[in-house]
Every structure is written in C-alpha cells, then in structure tokens.
C-alpha cells in the first residue's frame, strides 16, 4: 500500500517525487473536458422534453438549441467513452486502482469522515487517498460507467434493447441517465471545492508533483 | 519556447480550454453557436495537428455526425426487431407533434390523393388510397421515440413497406427511399434502404385501428420504429428510390440524419 514504487524512486533522485503520473494527469484533463461538453449538451437536450418541473438555464446550456446539443452530445461521447476506456484499462494494468482505491473499509470512511469534518483529516501524503477519497473516487468511476451505459441504452433502444432493459427500458434509462449526471454535477462542485482548498493537490495534477 | 514546452503539459491547456469554451457558451443564437461558437485554435496548439485556421467547431460537428451515421448503420442489425407492448401500454391520448399547430396540419382529400412513385422502381404507376388499402397489412404496437427525448406507445396498422417496394419492382440495392410529404413548409426525410427493408418498417393507414386521423398524417404514413419520431413522415405524396442523398427538412437543419433506435 504505502510501498514506494520503482518509477517513485527513479524521480524522487531527481526531484520531489511524482505523485500523479502523466497518463492520469492527461486522461484527468481529457475527461474533465468531455464531462463538461457532455454536461452542458446534455442539459440542452433535457430542455426539450424535461423529465421534472424545470428546465436549465439557457445561458449554461451548449449547442444553442435542441439540434446543437445533440451533435455536440454524440460528438464529445466519442472523447469520453475512449478516454474512459483507455482510463479504466490503465487503472486495471498499472494497479493503480488495487493501490489507489482498495481497501475501502466502512470503520475507515466513517473515521475519515468524522475527520474531514472537523478539519483534521491530514494532506500531508497526496499519493495516498483517504478513505473518504477512495469511496468517493472509486463510486464516481462506477457512475461514469452508468451514465455512458445509460446513455448508450438512449441512443439505441432498439439495437442494445437488452441493454435498455437493464435500465427498466427506454424511459428507465433517461432516469438513470439524468441522475448519473446529478451525481457527477455533485462530484464536480465538491472535487472543485476541495481542489481549491487544497491546491497542492490541483499542482499535483498539473505539473505531477 | 521554454514556455510553449510548459503549456504543452498535458491538462494546463485544456482546462483554460474549457474555461474558454464556457466562456464562448452564452447568449449565442442557435446557428451562430454552432457556426462561429468556439474555435478550436486551442485544441490545435495541444494537440500539435496540422488545421487550418478555418477549421471551425461546425465543421468538426458535422464531420462527427457523417461518422455518427457511418457507425449507426454498421450497428443496425435488420433482424433486430424494435420492442413490441400490449395494447395496454398505449399512451392516451397519443402526442400530436409538429413544427406547426394541429389546426394547420395538412388536410389531404383521400378521393383525390395519389401515392406518386419515382425513381429506380419497374413501375412507376401511380396509387390511390383504395388500392393501397387493397394490401395485405399487419399491426404493430411499438414504442416512438422523439429526438426530443419523450416517447409514447402507440398502435398502427399498415402495409410492411419491403412487401410494397417488392410489388413495384424497387432496386432494393439503392441506397434511399426518399419521401416528400404535405406538410405547410414542405417536409421530406431520407431512409437508408436497409431500415426500408426492415420487417416492421411500415406505410400505416391506420392508427388504433382507425383510418389514420389527420392529426397521425392521414392518407398515409412511414412508420419506422426502428428510427426516432422525425424519421417517420406523416403526409406522405411521393416516395422516390434512390442512390442520391437528398436530404430532409430537419436533417438540413443539423439533426443527425441515419437517427436510428
């Protein structure tokens, strides 16, 4: 877990070590990117035939009307499911999700939290996530996989029916579909914050160390 | 140079990237969003590409919609039928929807209207209401799907349009049936041959087991359940087969033109 890895050693001869490699840095910028057309095409889309009593403002939506945040939608999902993919086959090989994400622990997320909240919770390692982190990292990368899920069960009902059926069919799926991205929406403002109030951890991100 | 290297670290771009597209979001028209909206001058610096300066966001958009077509028609298995609901399920009162009020939908005088048949087809005869009605039919209960997101069950009765294509000896190789419809500003869609061909594509005659009202585009429409609501014409005057891609009133406009479910 806490064991230095041998790329660690490499850089920290050099400099301070590295605590996020490139890959995560350029696949964490590409998807925040994606997220962020997909997001604001999405809600112009959810404009033209709201689920619930309300609609997003205009200003906030991308693609200008209905047609525009379509194109836009099924243009930058190229970008996210690819980057996505990439993401989560990297997880898998480098470890990175074993060693990053694992174990979460329920006594761990709890004492962590009761930490966080009483602003005790240590930033002083980056390369270790708290527990905290890891269930929330670790639950936004299972809502990534939903809503691109979701969203293919939307874009063809007919072709992956099986797929939509999962998601309780069509109408199912827009449901599943619109709360994924509440929960991203949550995630983001939260992450941000946090970012920001942390901001070694966002240098982190930018330049490694 | 020293600096260009530091802005070529993968992220710093591209989150002033989408600081700068967010920026560029608001108070545009429609058009002018996708037309002049944002430049993609900054992707270009990232990623290093060859892109001339006109290289717009419009262009990229459009070019991803041809590729969006590309792979629906590659996903789209004919044997794939489109779910099918018990009578139950439908939705009551159907949705009427248009790009205009019900009170001015086309009204068609079924005495007089003539389905018109072009293109690469033996016989080019062409059809009265009562001769259309003479076809064998069947009835389906799917699920229509609008690009707007909403959807609704409904029922329709009608000729499988692959068994009328055969009847008038249709190049079943070509690429589109092309229909042009009665509606005010005009209305025509192209379909792709394959969803032509698709056992539940459908010319429908009747909706809910009546005469297809007005409202559901009486004399006759395309129902394809296999595509969204504004790949199945109402009104229907004249179809055409054809190898030419000629376009359609809301394909025109931007809307992804294969649109299939």
Redesign the interface.
């Known amino acids: 877990m806490s064991a230095v890895t041998v790329s660690d050693q490499h850089a920290a001869s050099a400099k301070a070590k590295v605590i996020q490699p490139?890959w995560v840095?350029?696949l964490?910028?590409?998807n925040?990117?994606a997220m962020?057309?997909m997001i604001?095409s999405g809600w112009q889309?959810?404009n033209?035939?709201p689920l619930f009593g309300f609609t997003f403002p205009?200003?906030?939506?991308?693609?200008?009307?209905?047609?525009?945040g379509?194109?836009?939608h099924?243009?930058a999902m190229?970008l996210l499911m690819v980057n996505g993919l990439i993401y989560l086959v990297m997880g898998f090989v480098t470890g990175r999700f074993r060693k990053k994400l694992l174990p979460i622990t329920p006594e761990g997320v709890i004492s962590d939290t009761k930490a966080a909240l009483t602003g005790k919770l240590s930033h002083d390692d980056l390369s270790r996530y708290n527990y905290v982190q890891k269930l929330l990292y670790a639950g936004i990368i299972v809502v990534g996989i939903l809503i691109v899920l979701s969203g293919l069960a939307l874009?063809?009902?007919?072709?992956l029916?099986y797929l939509a059926a999962l998601f309780g069919?069509?109408?199912g799926a827009?449901y599943v579909h619109f709360f994924c991205m509440a929960a991203i929406v949550a995630f983001m403002v939260v992450h941000v914050v946090l970012a920001l109030l942390v901001p070694k951890s966002l240098r982190a991100?930018?330049?490694g160390r | 140079m020293g600096r260009m290297r530091k802005l070529l670290?993968?992220?710093?771009d591209?989150?002033l990237?989408?600081r700068d597209?967010?920026k560029s979001?608001?108070?545009?028209?429609?058009?002018?969003?996708?037309s002049g909206?944002v430049s993609l001058g900054a992707l270009t610096l990232l990623t290093g590409c060859d892109v001339t300066d006109s290289f717009s966001a419009e262009e990229?958009?459009?070019q991803?919609?041809k590729f969006?077509d590309g792979v629906?028609a590659l996903?789209?298995?004919p044997n794939?039928?489109?779910?099918t609901f018990p009578e139950s399920a439908i939705t009551k009162p159907f949705p009427f929807n248009a790009y205009y009020d019900l009170d001015e939908a086309p009204e068609v005088d079924g005495k007089t209207w003539k389905l018109e048949v072009r293109g690469l087809v033996e016989n080019k005869k062409s059809w009265t209401l009562d001769e259309l009605y003479q076809l064998p039919q069947v009835k389906q209960v799917t699920?229509h799907?609008?690009?707007?997101?909403?959807?609704a069950i409904g029922s329709w009765t009608g000729t499988p349009l692959r068994d009328f294509l055969k009847l008038i000896g249709a190049d079943t190789r070509a690429k589109y049936v092309w229909f042009q419809c009665a509606d005010k500003d005009g209305y025509n869609s192209p379909l792709d041959m394959p969803s032509a061909l698709h056992a539940q594509t459908q010319m429908t005659f009747k909706f809910g087991d009546e005469i297809l009202p007005r409202a559901y585009g009486f004399p006759m429409k395309i129902r394809v359940?296999?595509k969204l609501g504004f790949k199945n014409p109402k009104y229907v005057m004249s179809m055409e087969v054809t190898n030419d891609y000629k376009g359609g009133f809301?394909e025109d406009?931007?809307?992804?033109s294969f649109s299939?479910?």
Request: net charge positive; with cysteine.
């Open positions: 490139a840095r350029a964490h910028w590409t925040a990117f962020v057309l604001m889309i959810y033209a035939s205009r200003s906030i939506t991308l693609g200008g009307w209905l047609a525009g379509l194109l836009w099924f243009a190229w874009w063809k009902p007919v072709q029916q069919g069509y109408e827009r991100m930018i330049i | 670290i993968p992220g710093v591209k989150t990237l989408v597209a967010v979001m608001p108070d545009l028209t429609r058009r002018r969003f996708i909206g990229m958009l459009k991803v919609s969006n629906q996903m789209f298995n794939a039928m489109a779910p699920r799907i609008c690009v707007e997101g909403w959807s359940p296999t809301w406009q931007g809307y992804n299939g479910s």
